[in-house]
């Protein structure tokens, strides 16, 4: 079945390059068919990567440790879910489901745009298959998912540990999709400066993709940072990490097109603005994905080895020189329609606020190539930390907060001082309001958080207002009830109500970041059973150490082979508030000189983390029980000395046994963070606004009217 | 490699060929193009312009309704709207009548 798998890239590569000449061709020469054939080679394409995908799909839950990434990245002791998810574990597997992801993406957009725009989509499709057959070439030539050993090895070395949490399964596939959806604008948009078709149409017709991508890269990117927060031992969601900020970037430039783009539809301005922000998202997104695959930062998630990071780093070029080239060339075409009517206007909010969003584009993408850049030059290692992360970007954060309050307040094209005092004055209320309370309350020594509270509140303020006033609007016209003038509020203005939501769910996330950034309390000690101590508010006990023993008890499928921890209460006032299990999983290693027993437990160990999640506060605790301890070694050494196959298990149990009866003192990590949950349901809610915003409303549905007869129509429909 | 795999690569194989070059024999048995009786470039174009200024026009009604505007400046953007909204319109239909588009507003 690896010949069939590898059978099916190389069809793949062919594919891709019969669709980018048929499809140039077609277009150039204006034979329509040829154009056509292009555009099913896409569907071709995802046909024979879905068959080449579920050939690899298929060698893991079978366990055929022939194929060289299954052997490298599972194993017979790992759970089915996790066996079915390690396929993008491998470098190999994850260049293939980037591939995959692409192809259908593409094969779905291309299908939607098949009766418009006959000569952007045709240049589009030669450069979404550009993409594929680049991928496609990458397995082929560099990193072959299906290269096999035989005879195949009786078993494989089994899933990182790190990896065997739910939503890290999830993670990658929704990144590479936020990715992928990035290349169909940036593929358009390349198409309309080639066709010189830099037009209304074609903004109408990426705009739904450039919205899947920014809601797809969005959850990913949530997704990494629970994973973080729940499963590193470090206590954190966001460690501005490269690969964390790789994503981030092209979510930015993607979040600044989603508004520029309402003013190019309205005002027909921003047209070279708005064909940047598009070429510089897919450019980001494929940079994103070379920090990944190429090895070239060290990372959590970078995979080692450099043996992509040529291929990419000439793919990249191609397309920064290539969108240049192209927006310069076509700028009399790109020129704006109108001027921006009042400085005091929604266009004038939009503007500021795409500013904000690629100034803090840059300042990432400085820190997180500056240490690539200096040591090409310099030839010495330089990093870039979250203090300096945090001193550009917090600023820019507020910013942002808060021109998402004044933006829903202010109208399109211009608006009155008088009107907008009027206006303004209940988000202002409400953000005094919040900032007295907050005083009161004792935060004014935390300047900057206080600040993202108010401006949350500000936004609150000014959506709270614009869903009562729209609410009285309808009720006025249709005389509806309440609940039912807000749904139908809602389901006729789903792009303006959806994108209110959308804010408050940002207002949310940033208030849940600012408060556990800044009013966090941390400790890190050792304890012995019986001892306590104050973490904020709280009292933590050490109660007893706990231990368990290989997958049958390992009811969290960590698959390590040994666990040890501690059973710890957490109290307020006296009063039991939570019991925490944090442990340290111990996993087996390939490395013989460690001995039968201490290989059993000699790989890398895992931070297993335990909290207790709260409306208010996050309690999280993390252990490093001591294993070098001499009661535990002496039983380890003993084992290598006399214990051989399955016996060795038996060591493990004397380890487990001697630990519970004599615990050694161990390393304990707790954090009392205030308002965590906040930042996953700010997320929720965002992800539900942006899906109201972009669910195409029942008045879209085309239909048939004679060509005169609609005009006439119109004609005094525009009179009305 | 066994028989089973090959068979799969070839019937593989006939799929693609089969997908991508239908255009190819249909064009070749003389049947129309693919794009015979689709919206011009130019009247595709002139319709999203028309749909996007008639989501200003409610646009602009909202923000009224809405207080965002004064009647004096609602009436000054809607009048503006409604003329560019029927500048498109006449666009459209000297497109469909093979004029052309017609001077630029």
Request: hydrophobic letters at 50%; glycine letters at 10%.
């Amino acid at each position: 079945m690896a010949s069939l798998g590898f059978a099916c890239l190389l069809l793949a590569l062919a594919v891709c390059v019969y669709g980018i000449g048929a499809s140039i061709y077609g277009v150039r020469s204006g034979r329509v068919e040829f154009s056509e054939s292009g555009r099913r080679a896409v569907y071709a394409l995802a046909a024979i990567l879905t068959v080449a995908f579920a050939v690899l799909e298929i060698a893991f839950l079978r366990n055929d440790f022939g194929f060289n990434t299954v052997a490298d990245t599972s194993s017979r002791t790992t759970p089915g879910f996790y066996r079915a998810a390690a396929v993008w574990s491998s470098q190999e597997g994850s260049l293939l489901l980037w591939a995959w992801l692409l192809s259908m993406w593409s094969s779905l957009a291309l299908f939607l745009t098949r009766r418009r725009m006959r000569d952007v989509a045709a240049y589009a499709t030669a450069v979404l298959l550009g993409f594929g057959g680049f991928f496609v070439a990458l397995m082929v030539f560099y990193a072959n998912p299906f290269a096999t050993t035989r005879p195949a090895p009786a078993e494989g070395a089994g899933l990182d540990p790190l990896l065997r949490f739910p939503t890290m399964m999830i993670h990658p596939p929704m990144l590479y999709s936020g990715y992928t959806l990035c290349t169909i604008p940036f593929a358009f948009g390349i198409g309309a400066l080639l066709a010189r078709r830099v037009d209304a149409e074609w903004i109408k017709a990426i705009r739904r993709f450039a919205f899947a991508a920014w809601l797809f890269l969005g959850v990913g990117i949530l997704l990494g940072a629970r994973w973080s927060y729940s499963e590193l031992g470090w206590g954190g969601y966001w460690g501005w990490d490269a690969v964390e900020n790789a994503s981030l970037m092209p979510w930015l430039t993607g979040t600044a097109f989603l508004h520029s783009l309402m003013i190019q539809e309205k005002r027909g301005m921003l047209k070279v603005w708005n064909v940047s922000l598009v070429l510089a998202t897919g450019t980001l997104a494929v940079m994103g994905t070379f920090l990944v695959r190429s090895g070239v930062l060290n990372s959590i998630h970078a995979f080692g080895g450099a043996t992509l990071g040529v291929p990419f780093v000439v793919l990249i070029g191609v397309l920064i020189a290539g969108s240049i080239y192209l927006v310069v060339s076509r700028r009399d075409m790109l020129r704006s329609e109108h001027r921006l009517d009042s400085l005091l206007s929604r266009e004038a909010m939009f503007i500021a606020n795409n500013l904000v969003l690629v100034g803090l584009c840059f300042v990432i993408f400085w820190g997180t190539y500056f240490p690539l850049i200096s040591e090409a030059l310099t030839g010495q290692e330089a990093s870039v930390g979250p203090p300096w992360f945090d001193r550009y970007t917090v600023p820019l954060a507020l910013v942002l907060v808060l021109l998402s309050g004044i933006g829903p307040v202010i109208a399109w094209r211009r608006a009155t001082l008088a009107n907008a005092r009027r206006n303004f004055l209940m988000p202002v209320c409400t953000a005094l309001i919040a900032l007295v309370v907050l005083l009161v309350a004792g935060i004014g020594d935390k300047p900057l958080a206080l600040a993202m509270f108010c401006c949350a509140a500000f936004v609150f303020g000014s959506v709270a207002q614009e869903f009562v006033r729209g609410t009285r609007v309808r009720r006025a016209i249709a005389g509806e009830s309440p609940p039912r003038a807000l749904l139908s509020l809602v389901r006729r203005n789903r792009r303006r109500y959806g994108g209110y939501i959308v804010h408050v769910g940002m207002a949310v996330l940033f208030i849940g970041v600012a408060a556990s950034s800044s009013f966090q309390h941390a400790s890190e000690l050792s304890l012995s059973p019986g001892q306590s101590t104050r973490v904020g508010a709280y009292t933590v006990r050490y109660v007893r150490p706990t231990a368990s023993l290989t997958p049958a008890y390992d009811r969290a499928h960590t698959g390590s082979t040994l666990a040890l921890g501690a059973e710890v209460d957490v109290s307020r006032h006296g009063r039991h508030v939570a019991t925490l299990q944090p442990s340290e999983g111990y996993y087996a290693s390939q490395d013989p000189s460690q001995g039968s027993v201490g290989s059993l437990i000699g790989g890398q160990p895992v931070s297993h983390v335990s909290m207790d999640a709260g409306v208010t506060r996050d309690v999280w605790s993390a252990i490093a029980p001591n294993i070098e301890a001499p009661v535990l070694q002496r039983i380890i050494k003993a084992g290598n000395a006399d214990l051989t196959g399955e016996d060795t298990l038996v060591a493990l149990g004397y380890l487990a046994r001697a630990y519970l009866k004599s615990p050694p003192p161990a390393q304990f990590h707790f954090i009392v963070s205030p308002l965590v949950m906040w930042i996953w349901v700010g997320g929720l809610i965002v992800f539900g606004g942006g899906l109201i915003a972009v669910w195409p409303a029942p008045s879209t549905v085309r239909r048939r009217v004679g060509a005169r007869a609609g005009a006439r129509r119109d004609r005094a429909l525009a009179r009305a | 490699m066994n028989v089973v795999v090959f068979v799969l690569i070839l019937a593989l194989l006939a799929l693609v060929v089969a997908i991508v070059g239908a255009p190819l024999r249909r064009r070749a048995h003389g049947a129309a193009p693919a794009d015979e009786g689709l919206e011009s470039p130019l009247e595709a174009d002139l319709a999203a312009a028309r749909d996007a200024k008639y989501q200003e026009i409610r646009d602009a009604e909202m923000d009224y309704r809405t207080g965002k505007l004064s009647l004096e400046d609602y009436e000054a953007v809607d009048a503006g709207l409604r003329a560019e909204a029927i500048e498109i319109l006449d666009r459209i239909e000297r497109a469909e009548g093979g004029g052309g588009p017609g001077p630029e507003a």
